[in-house]
């Protein structure tokens, strides 16, 4: 939480917008909303300038609330790790990939261990079963989140081009270039 004296500030650098409150209990109240939505005077400012970037008029205190979350570190990749992916957006993971004939697969997730352990027990072979590691968007931070959003939207625009090759999973999997044209040079 910030103090009232920077809070003010912030407020103050929205003076020149319309329907800036006038009546000091209102100031005041503006005030307060962003003292206590702020974490730090560089969120704070944050929270300030990209108001001031978007709009005309001054905020309400429920609308510093929103932005306030909006802004907050955790879009930064910068500021903010997520512990699950180190703030890269991606995490490993790992699938069996079994095959019942040439085109009929199924994809199940197993974890590292049981991955380990798979490894040694498959043939390995494409067409058979094969264990496999494959990056995905995570899903335990906003940055992935917004970047498997992105995948989905460039996806549903590459869809609308051809028809889709591949049953999606479920799983925002990136497939990395070299599995898939392994894959696809065994298929022929
Ligand atoms: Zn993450």
């Not at 306030?68 to 879009?75: F, Q, S």
Request: charged residues 30%; glycine residues 4%; hydrophobic residues 35%.
């Amino acid at each position: 939480m910030i103090s009232e004296r920077q809070a003010t500030a912030q407020a103050l650098r929205m003076e020149g917008l319309g329907n800036f409150p006038l009546r000091e209990e209102a100031q005041r109240e503006l005030i307060a909303a962003i003292q206590r939505a702020a974490r730090d005077v560089d969120h704070a400012s944050a929270i300030t300038s990209r108001w001031i970037e978007c709009n005309r008029f001054a905020p309400t205190p429920a609308e510093i609330y929103v932005l306030a979350a909006r802004c907050d570190r955790e879009y930064d990749p910068r500021e903010w790790r997520c512990s699950k992916c180190d703030g890269t957006g991606f995490v490993e993971v790992y699938e069996l990939h079994t095959w019942r004939s040439a085109n009929d697969k199924t994809v199940e997730q197993i974890s590292h261990e049981q991955f380990e352990r798979l490894l040694q027990q498959v043939s390995g072979i494409i067409g058979e079963q094969i264990v496999t590691s494959a990056a995905a968007h995570c899903n335990a931070c906003a940055r992935g989140r917004r970047m498997a959003e992105e995948s989905r939207q460039n996806e549903a625009e590459n869809a609308q081009e051809k028809p889709a090759a591949r049953r999606s999973t479920g799983l925002n999997r990136v497939q990395p270039a070299d599995f898939k044209q392994a894959a696809g040079k065994d298929a022929e």
